[in-house]
């Protein structure tokens, strides 16, 4: 039973701190509409994302002006196209795409997730047909989203998707140079990827998932911000309680809009997922959290100390308010997307190296990191793969959401606009790994994948 206290606090956070639900993203299983024709699959996927999602956005809206919680963003997560349209007699899943963009169109969310395949050990002919049709796609739509899995503990790293990525991530931004490779922004490439993800671009609608699901992801960096000023110079444990206790309360938010969202679809719940993703607005920094704790500036030493608690207290908070916790959960640390991280790159605080060693305890990888145009394929092969081996060894989630903008280099700075913000341009390591990557194979699993 909430007291007038806790509805007092809800509203303090969601005016104050940029308390929001981030998505509702309704899961869809397309493995029905599976058929030869190519035509006709596109004509099966448009008919049952519109009729299913018919309501997402309009429900969406009743529950946030009811109930006074912001819901930024509506979107849909599909099962991995490579699975649903391999019976397809064609070389292309271009088509695919551009129906999806249709669908997401008319049913009015921002993104549609689930241009994907999931390679980790090897390709089928539906993996090649999308891998090779992503940078037509991803340059022809709008509101599609692509993600890859080519790693995990269980497998190891697929090292010829690895060389394959590098090319493409290239070749996507050359076909969107003229919107500064903004293709890229909807692709990331994993490492133990979840099937319940909600946030964009890496969403998609796992294999052991229901027909449909809805799936929450909330996020509150300025809430937990706020609540660590009240612990200002006491020790970590009291540090790490309240970021677990402020957890608990965000938590609770996406718990009421998930299950009231759930009714009026008639759409099971699937999971909250808890991550604090930030945006580039004032007060809404993963960044600040951490200078919030002592540091001058994001990326000085003991960074990924205080991100590893974070990201930590932030998980153990989450369980203890719902039993459907899922997702990635955890602290998110997009550069393009926290004003906090932007800040830390022009001030010379924070690295691509530096970046790298907090993707070991954050809840996701590199994530929106804009490179000089002239990058080569190989390098960014290179990138992904040291992401891959930290969540193939670890055994947690990576990513990779990289963006080798064309015609820019180390001190300029590129725009996305909206939720995907700006970005200083990074240094990247000039030494190559050319003769590595084009070893090609596989990377065997580490030796705690045998956990049978």
Do not use: W
Request: net charge negative.
């Amino acid at each position: 039973m909430s007291t007038i206290q806790d509805i007092l606090e809800t509203n303090r956070m969601i005016e104050e701190n940029k308390l929001d639900v981030r998505t509702i993203t309704m899961g869809i299983s397309l493995r029905d509409c599976a058929n030869p024709d190519t035509t006709v699959f596109c004509q099966n996927i448009y008919d049952k994302i519109t009729k299913t999602a018919e309501k997402l956005v309009r429900v969406g809206e009743d529950i946030e002006a009811e109930f006074g919680v912001p819901i930024i963003n509506k979107r849909i997560s599909i099962t991995p196209i490579a699975i649903a349209a391999e019976s397809c007699r064609t070389d292309s899943y271009v088509p695919v795409a551009e129906a999806l963009d249709r669908a997401a169109k008319t049913v009015g969310v921002n993104f549609i997730g689930g241009f994907s395949a999931l390679v980790e050990k090897g390709y089928t002919k539906g993996d090649r047909t999308l891998i090779a049709s992503l940078p037509e796609a991803l340059a022809k739509t709008d509101r599609v989203c692509s993600s890859i899995n080519l790693a995990s503990t269980k497998a190891g790293i697929n090292m010829d998707c690895v060389r394959e990525m590098g090319e493409t991530i290239k070749r996507i931004a050359e076909l969107t140079a003229d919107r500064d490779a903004i293709g890229c922004a909807k692709l990331v490439v994993f490492a133990n990827v979840p099937e319940d993800n909600p946030f964009m671009a890496g969403a998609f609608h796992g294999v052991g998932e229901a027909e449909t699901a809805i799936n929450v992801g909330v996020s509150g960096p300025g809430v937990v911000k706020r609540a660590l000023e009240d612990v200002k110079g006491k020790d970590f444990g009291v540090v790490a309680e309240m970021i677990k206790r402020t957890a608990f309360k965000i938590t609770r938010v996406g718990q009421l809009v998930a299950q009231e969202a759930s009714r009026r679809l008639g759409v099971p719940f699937g999971i909250i997922d808890l991550s604090l993703a930030p945006t580039p607005a004032v007060g809404d920094s993963v960044a600040h959290i951490l200078e919030e704790m002592g540091l001058e500036s994001c990326g000085a030493p003991g960074t990924t100390a205080a991100l590893a608690l974070l990201n930590d207290a932030v998980k153990k908070g989450g369980l203890m308010a719902s039993s459907f916790v899922g997702g990635l959960s955890g602290a998110f640390i997009p550069v393009s997307e926290d004003a906090g991280m932007i800040a830390a790159v022009e001030c010379g605080s924070l690295s691509l190296e530096k970046l790298e060693a907090m993707t070991c305890v954050c809840s996701v990888g590199l994530d929106m990191i804009a490179v000089p145009g002239d990058t080569s394929a190989a390098t960014i092969s290179g990138i992904i793969a040291d992401e891959a081996a930290i969540g193939m060894i670890n055994n947690k989630t990576t990513a990779v959401r990289i963006i080798p903008v064309p015609g820019k280099k180390v001190g300029d700075q590129v725009e996305f606009g909206g939720l995907l913000g700006y970005s200083p341009i990074l240094k990247v390591n000039p030494f190559r790994p050319d003769e590595f990557i084009a070893r090609g194979g596989r990377i065997p699993a580490p030796v705690r994948s045998l956990t049978n």
